[in-house]
């Protein structure tokens, strides 16, 4: 519960846009573990995870100055797919960052890469398929969101890995001819 409150806090209440940032560069999220992230083997949960993404995606969208962008379009970002891989666990009181960054996108999808460490140490790596809906429904092209975040609508190659990941979790843009 209290990463769902600390996701509410920087949604209502973002950081500061970093000048100069472009939707390509990583951002970065310093947390430390709480007592509330931490499992019956007093180990980070997995599922909590996933919540610390959520506040470091909130983040990097901070970042670059487009909550409110987003916000005044009734555009508002959710996950379609991602899978995340667990090398360390982290414990009590333990500092890390998580450094998120836009890998590429296609016609319907963004693709993000998100890093969990502890000094130099992986923690947890997570590629993650994003979309954008609108409120009273429909879907957000990405290109859209890109270029309203202030990038190019012509996406980087994706990687090899990431983009044979998508076509295999059934994210990627299906030409429909």
Known sequence: MSR???LARVALRPRRPVPGQGVLDPSVTRMRVR???????LHVNNGV???????????????L???GALRERGWYPVVAA?????RRSLRLRDRFTI???VLG???RVAYLEQVFTRGTELVVRAWVAGRFLARGGGRVPAPD???????????????????AWARAVGVAHRDPS
């Open 4 to 6: 769902q409150l600390h």
């Open 35 to 41: 007592p509330g992230d931490l499992d019956l083997y």
């Open 49 to 63: 995870y996933l919540q610390m993404m959520d506040v470091a995606r909130t983040n990097l969208l901070a970042d």
């Open 65 to 67: 100055g487009g909550l």
């Open 82 to 86: 991602s899978t995340v891989s667990y």
């Open 99 to 101: 450094t998120s960054r």
């Open 105 to 107: 996108w296609d016609p």
């Open 145 to 163: 969101v890109v270029a309203l975040l202030g990038g190019d609508v012509q996406s980087p190659p994706l990687p090899d890995d990431v983009a």
